[in-house]
């Protein structure tokens, strides 16, 4: 089955410096990379997520990229400010019938004044 | 729009009694549900999906079953609850083209 791995596991940054965590996964039929953001005893919720045929997608200040041949992909936040604090997972399936997700195993993120 | 109910939020049980956990999704049909643990300060761990009526796929071989006896009603199940069971239970659904939503989870803690 699919395995992921994430890094750095506890991230800090000031205010207005960029954030970057990175993921790899194991298994080559995966084609649908998503981030979730999750704040403190809340659910996970979506912030952007990346198909295997596009190498790069942005929104605002946060950015995803990746790279199907190493198998790697990247969170990329710029301008950080203190609401970005959170623990951010990446994750990783297909996108077949019986999908399932699975996740890294998280990213605390500290953004400090 | 799509919609995902979970209740209760929070539970306190003592261990040895049952579990129940239910989940319901509006605004869509036949989709592919999902029951997620996250241990305090964890990583999210898949415990069971659906991809239809009455088909359940186990990813752990625990003290937990599930069930799918309506098309958007998903509920997890312990006969037995052990201390190891706490945690935070999240169901989730899988939008068309890939992505999931979480409901709101309910915190169990098993005394």
């Known amino acids: 089955g699919e395995n992921v791995e994430q890094h750095p596991s506890t991230l800090s940054v000031q205010e207005g410096d960029s954030a970057v965590i990175k993921c790899t996964y194991s298994d080559s039929a995966s084609n649908y990379f998503p981030w979730y953001k999750q704040e403190l005893g809340k659910r996970p919720q979506l912030i952007i997520d990346i198909r295997s045929n596009v190498g790069e997608k942005k929104d605002q200040r946060i950015a995803v990229t990746l790279n199907k041949t190493a198998k790697h992909f990247s969170l990329h936040i710029t301008e950080t400010q203190p609401e970005d604090s959170a623990v951010y997972f990446c994750a990783a399936s297909d996108t077949g019938t019986a999908s399932k997700l699975t996740f890294g195993t998280g990213t605390r993120l500290q953004v400090t004044l | 729009s799509q919609t995902i109910h979970q209740w209760p939020a929070t539970l306190v049980q003592p261990v040895g009694s049952p579990l129940s956990l239910e989940c319901t999704v509006e605004?869509?049909?036949?989709?592919?549900l999902y029951w997620y643990r996250q241990a305090a300060g964890r990583g999210l761990q898949l415990l069971f999906y659906s991809v239809g009526i009455g088909q359940i796929s186990s990813e752990v071989p625990q003290n937990l079953s599930a069930s799918r006896p309506q098309d958007r009603q998903f509920i997890l199940s312990s006969k037995k609850l052990l201390l190891s069971d706490s945690g935070f239970y999240l169901c989730?659904?899988?939008?068309?083209?890939?992505?999931?939503?979480f409901g709101s989870g309910t915190r169990l803690t098993v005394v």
């Open positions: 605004g869509t049909s036949n989709p592919n």
């Open positions: 989730a659904w899988r939008l068309a083209g890939g992505g999931y939503t």
